[in-house]
Nanobody, 115 residues
Framework: QVQLVESGGGLVQPGGSLRLSCAAS????????MGWYRQAPGKQRELVAT???????NYADSVKGRFTISRDNAKNMVYLQMNSLKPEDTAVYFC?????????WGQGTQVTVSS
């Protein structure tokens, strides 16, 4: 059992940056694989980035070179640093946790990239 709370979303101009945070509680955070997903209105939820319990990361092609996922197991936190933001990045971003084939989700945080 794990609870996830995202924060850090907001309105940013194209080319700007945001850092999303996900705070986990209720379980042993270090045992979970973590990820970020996003969902734009009328579209399917899509994978943005993942990071394993050992720190190995993976990214969607659309964000490679612009986004960085990281985790701090001592603080039970996972982050998504988003640089060079584009209007196409506008979506609700969700934090995810996975262990033993069970998935957990946060409530999401809105990211809007617009001039």
């Amino acid at each position: 059992q794990v609870q996830l709370v995202e924060s850090g979303g907001g309105l940013v101009q194209p080319g700007g940056s945001l850092r999303l945070s996900c705070a986990a509680s209720g379980s042993i955070f270090s045992l979970f694989d973590m990820g970020w997903y996003r969902q734009a209105p009328g579209k399917q939820r899509e994978l943005v980035a993942t990071i394993t319990d050992s720190g190995r990361s993976n990214y969607a092609d659309s964000v490679k070179g612009r986004f960085t996922i990281s985790r701090d197991n001592a603080k039970n936190m996972v982050y998504l640093q988003m640089n060079s933001l584009k209007p196409e990045d506008t979506a609700v971003y969700f934090c995810s946790a996975e262990r033993l084939s069970r998935n957990y989700w946060g409530q999401g945080t809105q990211v809007t990239v617009s001039s």
